[in-house]
């Protein structure tokens, strides 16, 4: 049997990210009229609700211009709230904190402080230094979270795509956050959507500069599951033509082998933005993205939760 492509880098080469919206949300767009020349991430974020959360923007956590961050609060918390890092995806060469909004406006309505780190990208830097700003960008929110209502005892790691990679590798490799100082049980849980975490070999394009030869077995995060692993939940579409659902179900089983928590769930037809585009206010209907990411971060977010 041929081995499946992990990582299919001729679609990623042309990968942009934007969401593809159905028909029927189409239909939609020419209430925004004021903003005919908007991207689809700004169609989106204009119909995500916005009153409920108070945005802090451009927070500085390096000094490079892309080390920078959104951090988006809830009105109705008192008591520090629990906190969502959220990294977008983009191959690691594009994308920028304010098209995901609209994934702010979701996770704040229930309760979770929301930050949305920008980190650089290719060409610009190699593996690993959008994972150390990664890092940096963790650590900041840590030491920070104090300032800003949210409770650095609860704090959650999400991402999308190539979001999803930074991620795992903060969650799983103890390097990148120990170099600030930060304890790995700092990290309350992972939610990984649609992420690469097991793609090598990589074969061509552009990605062979992006993850240099000497560095490339460090790049994946399946090399560095243990037991000491947070809390996962895995979320994949079927049909992702970008990142295949492979990566998930190896990520997913190496962590059951060592003994660690992990959730899969694999959606039946679903394709690589859909995932995100799903965790949208207007578009919940898409998929059960949303739902399925507040029961896990809402299983795990009580005061008394902990690790397991």
Same mark, same amino acid.
């Given at each position: 049997?041929?081995?499946?492509?992990?990582?299919?880098?001729?679609?990623?080469?042309?990968?942009?990210?934007?969401?593809?919206?159905?028909?029927?949300?189409?239909?939609?767009?020419?209430?925004?009229?004021?903003?005919?020349?908007?991207?689809?991430?700004?169609?989106?974020?204009?119909?995500?609700?916005?009153?409920?959360?108070?945005?802090?923007?451009?927070?500085?956590?390096?000094?490079?211009?892309? $080390?920078?961050?959104?951090?988006?609060?809830?009105?109705?918390? =008192?008591?520090?709230?629990?906190? @969502?890092?959220?990294?977008?995806?983009?191959? *690691?060469?594009?994308?920028?904190?304010? /098209?995901?909004?609209?994934?702010?406006?979701?996770?704040?309505e229930?309760?979770?402080v929301?930050?949305?780190?920008?980190?650089? @990208?290719?060409?610009? @830097?190699?593996?690993?230094?959008?994972?150390?700003?990664?890092?940096?960008? =963790?650590? *900041?929110?840590?030491?920070?979270?104090?300032?800003? /209502?949210?409770?650095?005892?609860?704090?959650?790691?999400?991402? +999308?795509?190539?979001?999803? +990679?930074?991620?795992?590798?903060?969650?799983?490799?103890?390097?990148?956050?120990?170099?600030h100082?930060?304890?790995?049980?700092r990290?309350?849980?992972?939610?990984?959507?649609?992420?690469?975490?097991?793609?090598?070999?990589?074969?061509?394009?552009?990605?062979l500069?992006?993850?240099? $030869?000497?560095?490339?077995?460090a790049?994946?995060?399946?090399?560095? @599951?243990?037991?000491?692993?947070?809390?996962?939940?895995?979320?994949?579409?079927?049909?992702?033509?970008?990142?295949?659902?492979?990566?998930?179900?190896?990520?997913?089983?190496?962590?059951?082998?060592?003994?660690?928590?992990?959730?899969?769930?694999?959606?039946?037809?679903?394709?690589?933005?859909?995932?995100?585009?799903?965790?949208?206010?207007?578009?919940?209907?898409?998929?059960?993205?949303?739902?399925?990411?507040?029961?896990?971060?809402?299983?795990?977010s009580a005061?008394?939760?902990?690790?397991?």
């Amino acid at each position: 049997m041929a081995t499946r492509k992990r990582l299919r880098t001729n679609n990623l080469s042309e990968e942009d990210n934007t969401p593809v919206c159905p028909r029927h949300f189409l239909l939609l767009i020419p209430l925004l009229a004021t903003v005919a020349a908007c991207s689809p991430f700004s169609v989106i974020n204009q119909l995500s609700p916005s009153d409920h959360y108070r945005l802090a923007p451009n927070i500085a956590y390096g000094e490079f211009d892309r $080390q920078t961050l959104d951090m988006y609060m809830p009105h109705a918390s =008192v008591d520090a709230s629990p906190v @969502v890092v959220f990294f977008y995806g983009g191959a *690691w060469r594009k994308g920028a904190k304010e /098209n995901y909004e609209f994934v702010a406006s979701s996770l704040t309505e229930a309760g979770y402080v929301v930050v949305i780190p920008d980190y650089r @990208v290719f060409p610009d @830097v190699v593996f690993p230094a959008f994972v150390e700003d990664g890092a940096q960008a =963790v650590a *900041w929110v840590l030491n920070n979270a104090d300032d800003y /209502n949210a409770d650095p005892d609860r704090v959650f790691l999400m991402g +999308h795509s190539a979001g999803a +990679h930074i991620a795992a590798l903060l969650s799983l490799d103890q390097h990148y956050l120990a170099e600030h100082g930060i304890e790995p049980d700092r990290i309350r849980a992972l939610i990984g959507l649609s992420g690469p975490y097991d793609f090598l070999p990589i074969e061509s394009g552009y990605l062979l500069d992006v993850f240099p $030869q000497e560095s490339r077995a460090a790049s994946q995060p399946v090399n560095f @599951v243990t037991a000491a692993a947070p809390p996962t939940l895995l979320i994949h579409g079927s049909d992702d033509d970008l990142v295949d659902p492979a990566n998930s179900e190896s990520l997913a089983a190496r962590l059951a082998e060592q003994g660690a928590d992990v959730s899969i769930r694999l959606y039946d037809g679903a394709g690589h933005a859909k995932i995100a585009v799903a965790l949208a206010p207007a578009l919940d209907f898409m998929g059960d993205t949303l739902e399925d990411s507040r029961r896990f971060l809402d299983a795990l977010s009580a005061p008394s939760a902990g690790q397991p």
